[in-house]
Nanobody, 123 residues
Framework: VQLQASGGGLVQAGDSLRLSCVAS????????MGWFRQSPGKEREFVAA????????IYVDAVKGRFTISRDNAKNTVWLQMNSLKPEDTAVYYC?????????????????WGQGTQVTVSS
């Protein structure tokens, strides 16, 4: 599976962005799909995940109420809608796929990774 993330950019605090992740090579219908982010000098951290069953979603506390993950299996695509962005959201954002559908925030459980898209939020 190849994952292509896009949609990052430079925005001001309070603005919104929508990241997209398009999968190719294989259907992601039964995967948990997640978004992670990494800032300079920090470890890659979990942001959100969408489990393939029951439309269940998982978020890190820092983005709850501001970010929304969604997916369209027919389009093999996952999105991350980011509202009310803050400077601390600045990072490279990666989409990832877990073929075991573990519904987890553990990055070590994810098998496939996209190349990352830069999000920069100015104050």
């Amino acid at each position: 599976v190849q994952l292509q993330a896009s949609g990052g950019g430079l925005v001001q605090a309070g603005d919104s962005l929508r990241l997209s992740c398009v999968a190719s090579g294989q259907t992601i219908n039964t995967y948990t799909m997640g978004w992670f982010r990494q800032s300079p000098g920090k470890e890659r951290e979990f942001v959100a995940a969408a489990v393939y069953q029951n439309s269940r979603t998982i978020y890190v506390d820092a983005v709850k109420g501001r970010f929304t993950i969604s997916r369209d299996n027919a389009k093999n695509t996952v999105w991350l809608q980011m509202n009310s962005l803050k400077p601390e959201d600045t990072a490279v954002y990666y989409c990832a796929g877990d073929r075991t559908n573990a519904a987890t925030s553990d990055r070590n459980k994810y098998d496939y990774w996209g190349q990352g898209t830069q999000v920069t939020v100015s104050s």
